[in-house]
């Protein structure tokens, strides 16, 4: 059974940063393509960043440069840094897994930038 558990969300004023983990159990890290999505209030969940064996990292234009995605596999834990946070980062921010041709996301955790 996957399981992917994010923490470290919180609430930043405008150019902190914060760091995001997500552990996960139940699949191995170099056969699966990990990610970090987030949703805004009324808006659709957006790809922020994503990683997988074998390949660089890809990012969101509009985390570019602020943001870096990061794994740990003896750890089985997903990271992402985020740097210079703007409000407009504000959103519930989710883990995911792609692996087998199936599809797992964690809880979500909230990131919160004030101005």
């Known amino acids: 059974q996957v399981q992917l558990v994010e923490s470290g969300g919180g609430l930043v004023q405008a150019g902190g940063s914060l760091r995001l983990s997500c552990t996960a159990s139940?699949?191995?890290?170099?056969?699966?393509?990990m990610g970090w999505y987030r949703q805004a209030p009324g808006k659709q969940r957006e790809l922020v960043a994503r990683?997988?064996?074998?390949?660089?990292?890809n990012y969101a234009d509009s985390v570019k440069g602020r943001f870096t995605i990061s794994a740990d596999s003896a750890k089985n834990t997903l990271y992402l840094q985020m740097n210079s946070l703007e409000p407009e980062d504000t959103a519930v921010y989710y883990c995911?897994?792609?692996?087998?041709?199936?599809?797992?996301w964690g809880q979500g955790t909230q990131v919160t930038v004030s101005s």
């Open positions: 995911n897994a792609y692996t087998n041709l199936r599809e797992y």
């Open positions: 990683i997988f064996s074998g390949g660089g990292p």
């Open positions: 139940g699949i191995i890290f170099r056969y699966v393509v």
